[in-house]
């Protein structure tokens, strides 16, 4: 309980909060972005509507890559269809409730100039991190050899 507040009372320094805003508000962007995209039927391509060009690997391999349909899944997520989303890319889904999370902490923390709640270690981030990359490649996997 001590480090709570310690770290409450531990000024963010200009610098920082800069960094913190601008990843806040980049974040809020993404998900601004995501509403408004039409969710592709096919769970994947929906980045296309952003004028981006379709998957190189499905492209180059004909089968795709662990991050297809991630763009969708956030669509899905932010049009309130959650089973769809995780059809899409349950990794994606992680990525889209983190973003969701964070980017008002972030930009709260940043105006304040003091972490919100609490402040982020890299074991708690490098945890998080493992655990998408992993739910990503074992739902990629079962796509591939699951069929």
Do not use: D
């Not at 310690?6 to 993404?30: C, D, M, P, Y």
């Not at 902490?105 to 490098?126: D, E, Q």
């Amino acid at each position: 309980m001590a480090e709570y507040h310690q770290n409450q009372r531990k000024e963010i320094s200009g610098q920082l909060r800069l960094v913190l805003g601008g990843l806040g508000l980049g974040l809020a962007l993404l998900i601004a972005v995501a509403a408004v995209l039409k969710p592709s039927p096919y769970l994947l391509g929906t980045h296309q509507q952003l004028g981006l060009p379709p998957c190189s690997f499905l492209v180059l391999f004909g089968i795709p890559c662990p991050t297809c349909g991630m763009t969708t899944a956030w669509a899905f997520l932010m049009h309130g269809l959650l089973v769809k989303a995780l059809q899409a890319n349950t990794g994606g889904v992680l990525l889209a409730v983190l973003a969701m999370a964070a980017a008002p902490w972030l930009t709260i923390s940043a105006v304040r100039g003091r972490w919100l709640l609490w402040k982020p270690n890299g074991t708690v981030v490098g945890y998080m991190s493992i655990l998408i990359l992993a739910v990503t490649l074992i739902q990629w996997g079962l796509r591939l050899f699951g069929k």
